[in-house]
């Protein structure tokens, strides 16, 4: 009997891993199949390390294979010597059948993987290149063109071996060479504390650089580093007053290896981008793109010279995720003539989806200087965009035609929106347009199905609004003058995230941001990661409950589903360190009761001029939050092997429970008594025994059929209120809860015609009327966190040991649904549970059917059924429906 080949992967990266910053980057491998009986008792790798010697020849450094006893199959170490800068390593692996199932060949051994491969990028001393940026006087904002630098160069030999360019820049980059772009990456190098630590890409240019004349050139633009951005208005130069790119190539050839750098032999000048802003959009202006500017023999002795600024090498660093990249295109499902929000003349296109992207389109020739503009907006109001949620974003495009046709799609912005009105469009045809659809370019790893289209149409708008709002870092919304990394929506949002997409390394480098932000700020993790000032609200310093919690939940969330113990390792001081700081504000009553709080922000209840206010005490939500933290760093203590933290963490979650027991529940408190409160006393753990909890659910029960089976909850509350019905025995008032239409609820949201997840319940008015308040976006993650409950409860699939090595198949029917499935990639490969009532003659059936990825077990635990557990492969459970009593 045989087995088919490992699937292999390194660290968190898509394959082939170039520019990696890890020197001894860890393997995780799964099978897809194996027999029955099958256990992984070793595995090989064999791994060959090469690196160009700098005389053009290509040296082995390493070619070797290791054997290691056991089952680990999930991060393991590296097995080799530490990856030198620039060198290559093609990786297989294979693994060793110990159990009943038998292996390839007599010694157990299954057939080879596909090598994967890795490469180290540059390390601060293998810099020879200067960030550059425009020479020139740039004049006034207002009239300031993006900047183009470019420099040629000569590559000798005669043939190509292998060819790098490791790219950044103080702003936005766009690379090209001899006339072709670099790559399909967008935003680069995205948004961190650019200070702390800016990210490099490395890209394979072999097919791009020839023996002879070359020229790279580059599209810079100043993005996050200091284009507008923010509140009120915004702020500008928040980086730095200039713009720049670092670029280093590195080319290995017969001759030599050539490094062509940032020097003073590059050139510079103005670009036809009029206006480049990520807010705003963008106008290119064909008349100024100067014909073959990015290929060699273009004269640019009219072009500037750079200047050279200074940058600390120490603060380059390889990105832990993707990139930012077109993920799709979506054409539009109407185009008719209409007029735009100020009454211009032109065309309104429906793209039936919001979500963030921008467009493309295909302009016919038309008079030179004919000016196309392309406006977006999530909603609209009177058959026209509803401009007013952007705020000040202004998100148009626009092209200036030279007198031909082009096909033009803007470079460095990107909005969030449904519908786009496009005026100025030559001709009596219609506009050629599609919509690209831009995020950070993360595997999709979870599926939802169900028997009712409402639920289904939840989820995928909750789908869709983690596309739109992961775009680099995990953002609040993709539209208005915001776009920040509010740490309270993916901390609400975490845990769906992890099941939809394979997140890990995107949050992992945010993640980084974050611990950078929280020691500059002495410990308060700021509401938004990365920190820019704030307007009239928000400081650096503002310590708050629910917010600062992403640095103890958000790695939680992540380790559950990845088991990355060095991602724990890595944020654990992080995460120490705020419980520090907020066990430090509560002091001694364990009650964290003083300060401004968000609470259970933007519960229904919230009137659209103050989003703050809400049901519940948001020092209860506070304390609960605290508690919830403590015990989360004393479980990462536990995993981490630190005792005496795990013990001390612990204590102080079960101190900080008891007083809030005092304080908000024996006291009998009615600020206690909303959906919020008590999902947070059920799910945090908060309440004193099984009596208590089953009260509390009994409680919370009533109020939301009091309620009209009405959500209650805001930020805080909506992640838990289902789960803290169905862990207290109200499967049936979660489920009245899940499945209602009455507003405000998830599936009113979606009978109003949402295909997004909104900021508050009432985005839309039941009449149809957009909510007048600020805070109304149509496209905001966390209310969609619902979803997590949807794939361990409703379909049934949830982990019990980090990375699914173990987990659950629970389906809990309910609500009349009469099938629903839940598929997630794990790291040990797929998992999937699908159950279906049947009808037969003699009574209907409850049919579930899983699938256990080889590696793991399952614990089958379906109503009505004897627990079971079982291993890799498909089995099917079939019990009475409903149960015998
Ligand atoms: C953001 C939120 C964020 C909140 C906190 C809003 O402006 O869009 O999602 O968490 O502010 O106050």
Request: glycine residues 10%; aromatic residues 8%.
């Amino acid at each position: 009997m045989t087995f088919p080949a490992p699937v292999l992967r390194v660290e968190h990266h898509a394959q082939p891993a170039l520019g990696v910053g890890e020197d001894r980057p860890r393997l995780s491998w799964h099978l897809d199949a194996a027999p029955a009986g099958y256990r992984q008792g070793a595995y090989e790798i064999a791994w060959r390390t090469t690196a160009p010697d700098g005389s053009g020849q290509v040296r082995t450094l390493e070619d070797a294979t290791a054997v290691v006893d056991g089952d680990a199959q999930v991060l393991v170490p590296w097995p080799g010597v530490p990856l030198a800068p620039r060198a290559r390593a093609e990786v297989r692996v294979r693994t060793r059948d110990d159990g009943a199932g038998g292996g390839a060949d007599d010694a157990g051994w299954g057939p080879w993987s596909e090598p994967a491969v890795v490469e180290r990028g540059l390390t601060a001393a293998d810099w020879t290149a200067e960030l550059v940026g425009p020479g020139y006087d740039e004049g006034p904002v207002e009239t300031r063109r993006a900047p183009l630098l470019r420099r040629g160069f000569d590559v000798p030999g005669s043939e190509v071996r292998s060819a790098r360019l490791h790219l950044t820049a103080h702003g936005l980059v766009e690379a090209e060479l001899n006339g072709r772009r670099v790559g399909r990456d967008e935003l680069v190098p995205g948004w961190t504390p650019y200070d702390d630590r800016l990210r490099v890409y490395a890209y394979d240019i072999t097919d791009l650089v020839r023996p002879g004349a070359n020229a790279v050139g580059t599209w810079l633009a100043d993005g996050w580093f200091r284009g507008r951005y923010g509140f009120e208005g915004g702020h500008r130069d928040l980086y730095g007053t200039h713009v720049g790119v670092l670029a280093q190539l590195e080319v290995v050839t017969d001759a030599g290896t050539v490094v062509v750098g940032g020097d003073a032999a590059w050139r510079s000048a103005p670009g036809p981008l009029t206006r480049a802003s990520l807010y705003d959009g963008e106008t290119f202006d064909a008349r100024l793109l100067p014909a073959g500017w990015s290929e060699p023999g273009f004269d640019d002795a009219a072009w500037s010279p750079v200047v050279v600024h200074p940058l600390d090498r120490s603060v380059l660093a390889a990105p832990d995720g993707p990139p930012v990249r077109c993920t799709g295109e979506l054409a539009p499902v109407s185009v008719t003539r209409a007029p735009g929000p100020d009454g211009e003349d032109g065309w309104l296109v429906d793209f039936g989806q919001n979500h963030s992207g921008r467009p493309r389109l295909t302009v016919p020739a038309a008079p030179t200087g004919t000016v196309v503009r392309v406006r977006h907006a999530e909603v609209l109001q009177d058959g026209t965009l509803y401009t007013r949620t952007l705020r000040e974003a202004a998100a148009t495009d626009e092209v200036v035609l030279d007198g031909a046709g082009l096909t033009w799609e803007p470079r460095f912005t990107v909005h969030g929106y449904r519908y786009a009105h496009v005026s100025g469009w030559p001709g009596a045809d219609a506009p050629a347009i599609v919509s690209r659809v831009l995020h950070s370019d993360m595997a999709r790893t979870g599926w939802f199905a169900s028997s009712d289209p409402a639920l289904d149409r939840l989820h995928e708008n909750v789908v869709w609004s983690l596309r739109s709002n992961f775009v680099d870092i995990p953002t609040d919304c993709p539209q208005r003058d915001e776009r920040l990394g509010w740490t309270g929506d993916i901390q609400a949002f975490g845990p769906t995230a992890a099941f939809l997409y394979d997140v890990h390394g995107m949050l992992a480098d945010w993640l980084r941001s974050l611990s950078a932000e929280q020691r500059r700020f002495g410990g308060t993790v700021p509401v938004y990661v990365p920190w820019i000032p704030g307007g009239t609200y928000w400081q650096p310093t503002q310590d708050i409950a629910g917010w600062g919690d992403a640095a103890t939940l958000v790695p939680e969330a992540l380790h559950r589903d990845s088991a990355d113990v060095g991602l724990l390792e890595r944020q654990y001081a992080s995460a120490v360190t705020w419980v520090d700081k907020v066990a430090g504000l509560a002091g001694p009553d364990r009650l964290w009761d003083t300060g401004m709080q968000l609470g259970d922000w933007l519960d229904p209840t919230a009137p659209p001029e103050d989003p703050l206010r809400a049901q519940t005490d948001p020092h209860l939500v506070a304390t609960a939050y605290l508690a919830r933290s403590a015990r989360a760093v004393a479980d990462m203590a536990r995993t981490l092997g630190r005792a005496d933290d795990a013990a001390r963490y612990g204590d102080l979650a079960e101190e900080v429970a008891a007083a809030y027991r005092k304080r908000y529940v024996d006291s009998g408190d009615a600020m206690h008594d909303t959906q919020t409160a008590h999902a947070l006393s059920i799910v945090f753990d908060l309440l004193d025994g099984d009596d208590a909890r089953r009260r509390a659910g009994e409680r919370l029960a009533a109020l939301v059929r009091d309620g009209g089976n009405t959500v209650g909850t805001g930020f805080a509350g909506t992640p838990l209120v289902t789960d803290a019905l169905s862990a207290t025995g109200r499967l049936d008032a979660a489920y009245a809860l899940l499945l209602s239409h009455a507003s405000p609820s998830w599936l009113a949201m979606v009978d109003l015609g949402a295909t997004t997840i909104w900021e508050r319940w009432d985005s839309m008015l039941t009449d149809g009327t957009v909510n007048p308040g600020e805070m109304t976006s149509f496209n905001h993650y966390a209310l969609g966190s619902v979803a997590d409950w949807l794939h361990r409860m409703v379909a049934g699939l949830a982990p019990l040991e980090p990375g699914y090595r173990t987990f659950r198949v629970a389906p809990r029917p309910g609500g009349g649904l009469t099938h629903a499935s839940a598929r997630h990639v794990t790291p040990y490969g797929t998992a999937e549970v699908a159950w279906r009532v049947e009808d037969r003659a003699d009574g209907a059936e409850l049919v579930v059917r899983c699938v256990v990825p080889v590696g793991t077990t399952a614990e089958v635990d379906v109503p009505g059924a004897p627990r079971s557990v079982v291993g890799h492969g498909e089995s099917v459970t079939r019990v009475p429906w409903p149960p015998l009593a």
